[in-house]
């Protein structure tokens, strides 16, 4: 079945160095790809996401590339904040999008720490 | 304002006993979702529902069960058969293009 895997953490940045967060996935279709942020205590927010190939996703500074030769869809930020932390999921939408039976794949999660 | 409501935020029960956690959508969707998160487990679903009056068991469902009796409310009720019940619950809802979440569950059996 369809399955993401993502870099574990904890990550530790210094505010304004730079942010990648590694995620691979493995489909037997042509999934869309999706970057959610979970601040502490509160449910997920879709961050940035992309629906095929080559497509760039970006928002908030982050920004992650659908890139289907490595089956790999990136997280990065170019100068980070304190308020940047939180934990990071990847996530793939089985079939296509505005299909009837779309459920979502998650990652475990990453916990990114930001220091002033 | 649209969005997903869960109550209550925390919630607290004693081994044995059923609890039930509330879900509500005003965002006209017809699919929902229930995922349990744990830590270091990311999030994994227990239930969805892609139309009222219709359910079914995602990937972690014993233990649990659901009803979809109106558009707007999926209400999952954490049985006594559940081993684990300790973990923060998450509904989420779908336009099938982006997964809406509401802000979670934290329920604690001990």
């Known amino acids: 079945g369809d399955s993401v895997t993502q870099m574990e953490g904890p990550v530790t940045l210094s505010e304004e160095a730079f942010l990648t967060i590694n995620c691979t996935y493995t489909?037997?279709?042509?999934?869309?790809l999706f970057w959610y942020v979970q601040y502490p205590g509160e449910g997920l927010q879709l961050l940035l996401k992309?629906?095929?190939?080559?497509d760039k996703g970006s928002n908030k500074g982050f920004e992650a590339t659908y890139r289907k030769e490595t089956t790999s869809f990136h997280l990065e930020k170019g100068s980070v904040q304190v308020s940047d932390s939180a934990v990071y999921f990847c996530?793939?939408?089985?079939?296509?999008?505005?299909?009837?039976?779309?459920?979502?794949?998650f990652g475990k999660g990453t916990l990114l720490t930001v220091n002033p | 304002d649209g969005g997903i409501t869960q109550s209550p935020k925390y919630l607290f029960r004693k081994e044995g006993q059923n609890v039930t956690l509330s879900c509500e959508q005003n965002?006209?969707?017809?699919?929902m979702y229930w995922y349990r998160q744990d830590p270091g487990q990311g999030l994994r679903l227990i239930y969805y529902s892609q139309i009222v009056n219709d359910f079914q068991k995602g990937d972690i469902a014993e233990g649990y069960s659901v009803s979809r009796e109106k558009k707007e409310s999926f209400p999952l009720t954490v049985t006594s058969a559940q081993k684990n019940p300790t973990a923060f619950y998450l509904c989420?809802?779908?336009?099938?293009?982006?997964?809406?979440f509401g802000p979670g569950t934290r329920l604690t059996v001990t």
């Open positions: 992309a629906t095929k190939a080559d």
């Open positions: 489909a037997t279709g042509y999934p869309s």
């Open positions: 965002l006209n969707h017809d699919a």
């Open positions: 989420a809802s779908t336009d099938s293009y982006e997964q809406y």
């Open positions: 996530a793939l939408s089985e079939g296509n999008s505005g299909g009837s039976n779309y459920k979502l794949t």
